[in-house]
């Protein structure tokens, strides 16, 4: 029994080290501008961490989303692209026809471990969507510094909801014509 504890015990300080870093989580869903959806994130920084310049997260494969509708707090910045390197040491799936979100640190204060900052977010068009916003497994990559005076880099990947991506109308027809062509397949079988 004393075995199983002492293998529990480093499991769960195993994966307390994963989650060291910023820790970004999904706040809610709010209703834009006429029929548009805006995406809420809020960031943890965790425990032995701090956030100096240069600092990041991205949130990766999002997908569509409104230019210019980012926005977040005071001091950092915002970026996209299709395809973003990830921070030294993390490997996030990163599907390369689905924006990636970044936001970086540029402020000059130091942000403490503890804090808890947001919101970060975008508007994404409800076209798309096929009825009403809904989320599935996403992830998320991001570096913060270590809070002890070496300032040495702490990288972290985990996962965080993000939208389930539509079809395209052209992948939709496609589909559809797969679905036909199977029906008339099979009643032509039967005669």
Known sequence: ??????????????MTALRADIIPSFAFTSPGSGTNTV??????????QQVTAGDFFTIYDFGPFIAGSAFAPAGWTFSSALSTPPPMG???????TLADLTWTYTGVNTLPSGTHLGPFGVTQPTSAFAETPSTHTGFFAASATRNDG???KINNVGQVPVPVPVPEPTTMSLL????????????????
Request: include cysteine; aromatic fraction near 4%.
């Open 90 to 96: 993390t490997v996030p799936p990163d599907n390369p």
């Open 150 to 152: 070496s300032n040495t």
């Open 39 to 48: 995406w809420n994130y809020t960031i943890d920084i965790t425990s032995n």
């Open 1 to 14: 029994m004393k075995k199983l504890s002492v293998v529990a015990l480093i499991c769960l300080a195993g």
């Open 176 to 191: 559809a014509l797969a679905g036909i062509g199977s029906a008339l397949r099979a009643v032509r079988r039967r005669k």
